[in-house]
Nanobody, 124 residues
Framework: QVQLVESGGGLVQTGGSLRLSCAASGRTFSSNTMGWFRQAPGKEREFVAT???????SSSDSVKGRFTISRDNAKNTISLQMNSLNAEDTAVYYCAGSGRYYSRRSRPNDYDYWGQGTQVTVSS
């Protein structure tokens, strides 16, 4: 059974930083796309960042320059370093893995495996 487990969420003040981690088990994702999405209350799930099997990355305009996605294939994990957080970043953050693709992907439908989510709350 494939599982993705996020950690590292919490409460942080505006301008602060958090680092999210996602540990995969049940299969290796070293040859596949991984990504982060988020969902705020009353809003649809939105793309945050993606990383290809080769380590190429892309991120949404709203987080570009502030968030960095990375992967450690030896540990079968990905991370999301989030800096300069603001209230608009408050959401549940989800880790996702694709079983079909190896390139960068920004659509939720391109991903086959999802974590349970971790809450990030930014207070002013």
């Amino acid at each position: 059974q494939v599982q993705l487990v996020e950690s590292g969420g919490g409460l942080v003040q505006t301008g602060g930083s958090l680092r999210l981690s996602c540990a995969a088990s049940g299969r290796t994702f070293s040859s596949n796309t991984m990504g982060w999405f988020r969902q705020a209350p009353g809003k649809e799930r939105e793309f945050v960042a993606t990383i290809s099997s080769g380590g190429s990355t892309s991120s949404s305009d709203s987080v570009k320059g502030r968030f960095t996605i990375s992967r450690d294939n030896a540990k079968n994990t990905i991370s999301l370093q989030m800096n300069s957080l603001n209230a608009e970043d408050t959401a549940v953050y989800y880790c996702a893995g694709s079983g079909r693709y190896y390139s960068r992907r920004s659509r939720p439908n391109d991903y086959d495996y999802w974590g349970q989510g971790t809450q990030v709350t930014v207070s002013s």
